[in-house]
C-alpha cells in the first residue's frame, strides 16, 4: 500500500523557516521522482517543487525560487522541503506527491500539512 505521510507544518512569522518532512513507503522510493504541492485559501493546487529519483535536478516553482529547498534520502525514504524566507502568500496545506505506474500515471497523495506564515 503506498502511504505518503507528511509532517513539519505549523505557524511561523513572516521572514521565519519551517522543514516539512515526508515519509514514503509502498513502493521503490528511489525510482521515482517526488513533488511538493500545496493549495492555499480558495486557490487551486499547484506545484511547489519537484525532485528527480536521484536528486540531481530539482524545478521549482518562480513564486518560491531562490527560498526553498527540495531534497530526498533514498536511504531513508523521506523527501523534504526546507522553507525560508516564509511569505504569508506561503500560507497553504502542503502535500507530498509521487507519481508510480506506467508514465507517471499514477498518482498519489499524503494528507497534508498546514503552513501558516503570519505575524
Known amino acids: 500500500q503506498v502511504q505518503l505521510v507528511e509532517s513539519g507544518g505549523g505557524l511561523v512569522q513572516p521572514g521565519g523557516s519551517l522543514r516539512l518532512s515526508c515519509a514514503a513507503s509502498?513502493?521503490?522510493?528511489?525510482?521515482?521522482?517526488m513533488s511538493w504541492y500545496r493549495q492555499g485559501p480558495g486557490k487551486e493546487r499547484e506545484l511547489v517543487a519537484l525532485?528527480?529519483?536521484?536528486?540531481?535536478?530539482?524545478n521549482y516553482a518562480v513564486s518560491v525560487k531562490g527560498r526553498f529547498t527540495i531534497s530526498r534520502d533514498n536511504a531513508k525514504d523521506m523527501v523534504y522541503l526546507q522553507m525560508n524566507s516564509l511569505k504569508p502568500e506561503d500560507t497553504a496545506v502542503y502535500y507530498c506527491?509521487?507519481?508510480?505506474?506506467?508514465?507517471?500515471?499514477?498518482?498519489?497523495w499524503g494528507q497534508g500539512t498546514q503552513v501558516t506564515v503570519s505575524s
Open positions: 506527491n509521487a507519481r508510480l505506474g506506467d508514465l507517471g500515471s499514477r498518482n498519489y
Open positions: 525532485i528527480t529519483r536521484t536528486g540531481g535536478i530539482t
Open positions: 509502498g513502493f521503490t522510493f528511489s525510482n521515482y521522482p
